[in-house]
């Protein structure tokens, strides 16, 4: 498949990249890494004034109606730019599932706010184990005269600080399940918030008999598997474009240091072993880019990508791994210094990369999908 991009494609990605490239310099990360708030609303509201929050949105709702893989582009400049904006969660986790299954008067109630910048969103799907949401949620959602009453936990939700409503999976049948918008200030919902390995803060949810409607299940009762499995193809493309960006960012700020880094009066890039090693990461940044366009692609166009979901995500495990820790490396002691600023992207790597299963789960799935063809 050939990824050339278009002139809109490459039109939306520069844009995405200019807003966080100037709104986020180094020492703006740094503030935001030292407050209680990772977030920058400032850079959030340029976003929606660019109209990028809407951008694969219905143009119903005021969106831009472009596919996936124009977001994935974008997500890939979050990625570069290792910007502190919840673009993955909601965008990814909340407001295409509700623009693809929610009813006219639940895209109403959200996706414009979504595309003004005024609410965000996100998912919980995580119940711990491999990281992948269970086939059948431990968390249940039980038939009350009024609607249902909601029990369990949710682990790691991201960006779960500031959302609107959270995307709950929880069984409703035997072996079925329903997802719900939930508003996490409801009576009976315990959030417990921690921090990746990026600082981004994640959320453990606790419901205790949390009340909801009929009006706020998303999609058909006893229909959450296909909701569920829907979202997590997404946002697995999602993190794996990020991960493309992350990768970029860690070669490019390697590139300049070993440029201007000397020994014995010669630039520290002319060493062979030096040149080796970048040459390997390069060339894992580009598996990595390639494989996440390849899935985000086939998302977009409708087409199954089961198996290039998998390979995408081990490779934005593995090879990212490997791309950061030669980053590391090569930047010898200042790698590890954190006024320097190589060392967001070794943090982001390894948040992305155990972000709904590591190359070990994913590796699994393949091999399975491969078996069963």
Request: aromatic fraction near 8%.
């Amino acid at each position: 498949m050939d990824f050339a991009l278009n002139d809109e494609q490459v039109a939306l990605r520069d844009l995405a990249a200019q807003i966080l490239s100037e709104q986020l310099p180094s020492d703006r990360l740094r503030d935001i890494e030292a407050s209680d708030d990772w977030f920058a609303p400032d850079t959030w509201a340029e976003l929606a004034k660019a109209d990028l929050l809407g951008l694969s949105l219905p143009e119903a709702h005021g969106g831009g109606g472009y596919g996936f893989f124009e977001l994935a582009l974008v997500l890939e400049q979050v990625g570069r730019n290792v910007a502190p904006v919840p673009l993955l969660s909601t965008l990814v986790l909340g407001a295409l599932p509700i623009a693809e299954f929610g009813s006219a008067a639940q895209q109403q109630a959200w996706l414009p706010g979504v595309i003004d910048g005024s609410v965000l969103l996100t998912a919980a799907l995580s119940e711990g184990f491999d990281g992948l949401p269970p086939e059948v949620p431990s968390t249940t959602a039980t038939a009350s005269a009024d609607g249902w009453t909601i029990t369990g936990a949710k682990q790691l939700v991201p960006g779960a600080v500031h959302a609107a409503r959270v995307l709950v999976p929880a069984t409703t049948g035997n072996g079925t399940s329903t997802v719900f918008l939930v508003d996490p200030t409801a009576p009976g919902v315990t959030a417990e918030v921690n921090q990746g390995p990026n600082l981004e803060p994640l959320t453990t949810y606790a419901f205790d008999g949390v009340a909801v409607s009929a009006a706020d299940v998303l999609g058909e009762v006893d229909g959450g598997a296909a909701v569920t499995a829907w979202i997590t193809d997404r946002a697995v493309a999602a993190y794996c474009a990020v991960q493309t960006g992350v990768c970029e960012a860690a070669l490019r700020i390697t590139a300049t240091y070993t440029s201007e880094r000397k020994q014995f009066e010669t630039p520290i890039a002319t060493f062979q072993a030096v040149a080796h090693r970048a040459a390997d990461a390069y060339i894992d940044t580009e598996a990595v880019r390639l494989t996440a366009y390849q899935a985000a692609w086939r998302l977009g166009e409708g087409l199954p990508a089961a198996e290039e979901l998998a390979i995408a995500k081990y490779w934005a495990a593995e090879g990212a791994h490997r791309v950061v820790h030669a980053a590391q490396h090569l930047h010898g002691g200042i790698g590890v210094d954190i006024d320097y600023p190589v060392h967001r992207t070794f943090r982001w790597a390894k948040h992305i990369e155990l972000s709904l299963g590591g190359g070990t789960v994913h590796l699994r799935r393949l091999g399975a999908l491969l078996a069963a063809s």
